[in-house]
């Protein structure tokens, strides 16, 4: 039971990277058929990303009134719906209308599956649920860009959104049969919206707290920098087909996962601030080696993608511990400070993915000086949390 479980939450944390990165190959072919330039191609990302993170903030609140199975059904239906409109997209306003919807629904799984585990589970079947459920995660966005490669490739870009409707479709009826109410009537919590927005207001005014999660925002930035490059950095800087993103996604993906894994074996073996400082200083040898490589050489296959790897995997090091400090200062409202600390994150990344990465996409230079950029803002970020906690002792 277990196993099914643990599958069906993976499934559903799969639904956003899917619809984030399968497309990505085809902004060339959608540029074309429309006859839109880059910069607008680059907003049906950008607005998806957006409404994804501003649903983030809700969908948590939503399940612990109503309960977790309507709102995944239903978030699944709206999916569903927006997918198939994209897929039949006649103009390309309809086309970025469909992805404002996608982006609303796309959240609900992710974020409502960790409540659920949290429901059913405590201890370390709990931790070991998540970590499988994560694990599907990381590799969600490095299989996707390849299967959209060769779905563009074989049958054109409307046969991706064809994939991602019958995707949600799949998912729709397997929680409709398989996914069981985790949290009865007599524990869920009436929705009044001054109580629910005074405790939002209350983690959002607390200065440690935005620090450290603009910190990991930031530093995340780098990896939404590439991600939202994507499409050209593979195929107009490295000169790849529409089929080679897996040369940009498995370093970046593997690099992600290998470190999420050592950081969960080290986190009884150092502390939090040791760890947050090795990925710091790994970061910075990789943002350096790649500023130092495209200063000097053209981009090419392996050595372009070689320092995402090593920054990826410092990253997911020091991720999971600056997290955790951030959220220890609400150990009361953990639910909520998370959402907060989500919607945060994805922000920055719709905001690098949607308005930098425009800007620097042309040249794997300006590329890697983007991402020293966002380094180097999430260390000032850092210093000043050291800073307010030697003032607070």
Known sequence: MNILLTL??????M???LAIDT???SFPAIAQEFSATPLLIQQTLSVFLFTFAFMMLFYGTLSDSFGRRPVILASLLVYIVASVGAAAAPSFGWLLACRVLQGLAAGAGSVIGRAIVQDRFSGAEAQKILSHIMMVFGLAPAIAPVLGGWLQVSLGWRAIFWFLSGFGVLMLVVVYRALPESLDKQDRHPFHLGAIAANYWKVLCHRQFLLLSVAVGT???GF???IGSAAYFVINILHLPETAFAWLFIPLISGMVIGSALSAKFAHRYSKHQLIWSGYGLMLLAGAANVGYNLFFAAAVPWAVLPL???SFALAIAMPPMTLIALDHFPNNSGLASSLQSFIQMLIFALVSGLVAPLLFDSALKLAYGVMAGLVLSLICWFCVLAGGKRAA
Do not use: D, H, M, S
């Not at 069906?8 to 944390?13: F, R």
């Open 219 to 221: 530093t995340f930035g």
């Open 15 to 17: 639904v956003g990277p």
């Open 224 to 226: 939404a920098l590439y």
């Open 309 to 311: 790897f090593l920054y």
């Open 8 to 13: 069906i939450l993976a499934g559903l944390t």
């Open 23 to 25: 497309y990505l190959p």
